[in-house]
């Protein structure tokens, strides 16, 4: 019998459980999954070819790893919407 968080996410969207992420491949640019011989992260979310988040190495399980990409990609558009509102309130 599965888990009570896999008949959970069996019956969810990506885009329900990783919010973030769905926005941000629909968005603005992509991500990567899994290991790469010249980079230690495990997952990655890159922005017009500049990465802005790596995650870490390992990860348990892949859910575990896409959490903390989702959270790594609110983030840093969390950072994003606050440097804007920054620059334009030094502009008025």
Do not use: C
Request: hydrophobic share 40%; proline share 4%.
């Amino acid at each position: 019998m599965p888990a009570h968080d896999e008949q959970q996410h069996s019956s969810s969207s990506v885009e329900q459980i990783y919010p973030n992420l769905a926005r941000w491949v629909k968005t603005h640019d992509w991500v990567e999954i899994g290991p790469v011989d010249y980079l230690r992260s495990f997952v990655r979310a890159l922005d017009e070819g500049d990465m802005v988040w790596e995650g870490a190495e390992t990860y348990p399980t892949l859910d575990d790893a896409l959490s903390a990409l989702d959270a790594g990609i609110h983030e840093f558009m969390r950072d994003q919407v606050h440097r804007t509102l920054n620059s334009l309130s030094r502009v008025a």
